[in-house]
């Protein structure tokens, strides 16, 4: 993987993005408030794609076999990024995937804005105190330790959840 990484920097036109204060877009650690809300966060890099240490791309590095499904983790970065420095737009992010050594293809992260990620947080925040934790079928079910009690996974012992017949089942 350390290799494909190389391989992949030789050969690549984007340079490492330089913050106006200077600070260099590796392992770019920040923490912000986004929309009230405390974030600490360490992005893995961030590439000028343009001349002149322009255009900014967030690049998150990504070890499994499997390409995220969804682009939460490359917004909040964004939005401390344009947080940190408001002269700053990032124009997009994607991962770079270890067992193939390429990026996948570039996404717009114009829909995270600091007000969104401020929210979602609180609305997190909200869940977890009251206890609601609603399950996030995927592909990775299938390694969870409490999937056998999961109803929404068909669990050979989800019937043993005191809410089994409120959720359907019989």
């Not at 993987?1 to 190389?6: D, G, P, Y």
Request: hydrophobic share 40%.
């Amino acid at each position: 993987m350390v290799k494909r990484w190389i391989a992949w920097r030789n050969a690549s036109p984007w340079t490492t993005w330089v913050a106006p204060d200077g600070t260099l877009g590796i392992e770019l650690g920040l923490t912000v408030s986004l929309d009230g809300e405390p974030v600490k966060l360490f992005i893995d890099n961030i590439f000028a794609t343009a001349p002149n240490n322009q255009r900014p791309v967030i690049v998150d590095k990504k070890s499994g076999s499997r390409i995220p499904k969804d682009l939460l983790q490359l917004g909040i970065y964004k939005a401390a990024v344009e947080q940190t420095w408001p002269e700053v737009k990032v124009a997009g992010g994607c991962f770079w995937m270890a067992r193939t050594g390429e990026v996948t293809g570039l996404h717009s992260l114009n829909l995270f804005t600091p007000k969104l990620i401020g929210t979602y947080m609180r609305r997190l925040k909200l869940a977890r105190g009251a206890g609601i934790f609603l399950p996030n079928v995927s592909d990775m079910c299938k390694g969870c330790k409490v999937g056998r009690y999961c109803a929404v996974n068909n669990g050979a012992e989800a019937h043993l959840d005191p809410d089994y017949a409120l959720m359907g089942g019989r």
